[in-house]
Each structure stands twice: as C-alpha cells, then as structure tokens.
C-alpha cells in the first residue's frame, strides 16, 4: 500500500512480479458514472542550476542561481502557453512549475543551488524524451535536467524503484472492453451514458500506458472534487457503481 506520489506504483509491483497480470481492468477513480477511456500521462522533471556564491554584500561577485531559474521559469511558462502537443481527444498537454528550492551557505549570500520541480502531462504523441528535449532547450548548459526515481519502501519495507514517467494511455471507443461497458452503464442508468476521459492521472498510466492492459474507467462521484476540501460521492452513486461492477463481466463475455 502507497501514497499517491508515485502513480501506478501498486500495480507496477503485481504486474512486474506476475503476482497478478490482469487480460482488462475497470478504474474505479469518479467519472460521474460514465465510461472513460483514457487520460493523460504525467511525468515529474528536476532542473538543477548551479551558481556561485557570494557575500550578499557584493552580489556581483557571485552568480546567483535563483535568477537563472526565475528566468527558465517563466520560459517553461511560456511554453506551457503557447508550444505543448494536443490532442483532439486527451486535449493539450501542459506543465507547471510546481516547487523552487534553493540554497546558499546562509541567508546573505548569493545562492549557488535552485531546483525547479516540474509537473509535467503528456498528450497523446508528447514522450519522456520530448518532453526532456523542450526543457533542455531552454536551460541548455545552465542546468542538469533529471527524471526522479521513486524508491520509497512500504510500511511492509518492500520497494520497487521505478522513474517518475507514467505514460499516456487511451483505448478506441470500439475496443470490446469500452463496449461492454457503455452496454452495462446503459442498463444500470437506464440511458446512454457519457464516453470521455479524465483530465487527472490514474493507475491507468501503469496499466494500460506502459503495460498494454485495456483497460476503461468507471466510478462513483465527479472528478472536480477529487482532493478537494468539499469532495463527496453520492450514495445514489455507489449503488449504481456497485451493480455496473456486477454486470460488465456478462456483457463482456457477449462482446469478446
């Protein structure tokens, strides 16, 4: 069991291990009870700008490594306006820069160290290596530009070391999975229900975007207020949830 900071991680450790490998998968994330069939990929990147300190009595005799950053950091802003891939279904990818550390051998003098930390979503075409090249064109030899690994161990003290990289990931709305599930919804709802996407990340990006494992989504609430302080699901939603859990294995079986 592990917190959300590294997506996919759970299932990356049972597919990797052959504990369990799955033929499809059903996310549970909300989807306002509809069907989802794929979202984004997300990838964490640090930027790490070297400087030279000085007495902050004499800045000019240092480099400081904060405004190198502040200066790519609104590059990488500029990129995320105006330059990132789109797609027409999983819509544009995007970044933000998400947390700036810096550091100096104390509070008056010039720091010699800035990391930027970026969140990083990928649309369907937009890899690990493209989205490294859009930001080592901009720091060029200014910095060091790194995908974290993520090695944290569980409370059970077992770790399964995987790049910070969760790829994209989408399944054609006439897969057997996707129609088996619009079939289902549509007999527990008593209607069509809505084919869409998430615009947040799921364990998807592990099971489907690097393992291949179809895989759709279908789940209780609305994903506007996922994490947030008046998140709440429905309990006519759970119900509905339950009995769409139930159904889709007989309509699989019909559309395979």
Known sequence: IMEEDCDGMCWNFMIETGELVPDFAVLTEPTNLGVYRGHR????????????????????????????????????D????EDLGYDEFLGKGTMVV??????????????????IHIDRRLTWGETKESAIAEIKQI??????????????KSYRGVSH????????????????????GVAAAEKVLGKVPAVGKWTFSTN???????????????GPGNEIYAHAPNEFVPIDDLVVAAAFYALLPFELEKHL
């Open 41 to 76: 990929g997300r990838m964490e990147i640090e930027v790490y700008f070297k400087g030279r300190s000085a007495h902050g009595a004499m800045p000019h005799l240092g480099d400081n490594a904060v405004y190198k950053a502040a200066r790519a950091a609104l590059e990488f």
């Open 78 to 81: 500029r990129l995320n306006r």
């Open 98 to 115: 998400s947390q700036i550390v810096s550091g100096a051998p104390s509070l008056c003098a010039v720091p010699d160290r800035c990391k």
């Open 139 to 152: 720091v060029g030899e200014d910095a060091e530009v790194v995908v974290p690994i993520y090695d944290k």
């Open 161 to 180: 070391p995987q790049e910070k990289y969760f790829p994209t990931w989408k399944i054609e709305e006439d897969h057997p999975l996707v129609r088996s």
């Open 204 to 218: 998807g990006v592990a099971i489907a975007g690097k393992h291949k494992i179809p895989a759709i989504g279908f």
